[in-house]
């Protein structure tokens, strides 16, 4: 094992201030983790088990957390900095600005005294032949496996 250079440690001290851009507790962890499994040749996927959550989650975790301090970290204007850091499942509805267009209690477009959209457009989705057919071929099957 080497011994630390003066410009290892000013790094490593450097990047352990990284970690204050991270809020999350678990998202946190789950970067210092990987730095660590990284750091001893162990597995990601050991540790996540070790603490009872899903790889995957981890890897979600470690991904938000790395993205939040490069969010963080100062650079060029021109590049992207709205980057979403929740894009996974997004709470915020997709249509909160019509809320005003649409009345209280409003489930539908149609009139209430309009014809299911069915009859408009095929007729044959208001007979139900099909289950009748699958029901006599189900119980067909079913005396075959009685009488071998």
Not at 76 to 87: A, T
Request: proline share 5%; net charge neutral.
């Amino acid at each position: 094992m080497r011994t630390p250079t003066a410009r290892d440690i000013t790094e490593a001290e450097e990047t352990q201030g990284w970690l204050s851009h991270v809020t999350d507790e678990s998202e946190r962890r789950c970067l210092t983790a990987l730095a660590w499994c990284s750091a001893r040749k162990r597995y990601f996927q050991d540790w996540c088990k070790e603490e009872c959550i899903h790889p995957e989650t981890g890897r979600r975790r470690k991904a938000r957390a790395i993205l939040r301090i490069l969010l963080a970290l100062p650079r060029k204007p021109l590049q992207h900095n709205e980057i979403d850091v929740f894009s996974l499942l997004p709470d915020d509805p997709e249509i909160s600005d019509k809320d005003v267009i649409i009345a209280e209690g409003a489930t539908h477009w149609r009139d209430a005294e309009a014809k299911p959209m069915a009859c408009d457009f095929d007729t044959t989705l208001e007979r139900f032949d099909w289950a009748e057919a699958q029901n006599a071929r189900r119980q067909r099957e079913a005396r075959r496996k009685q009488a071998a």
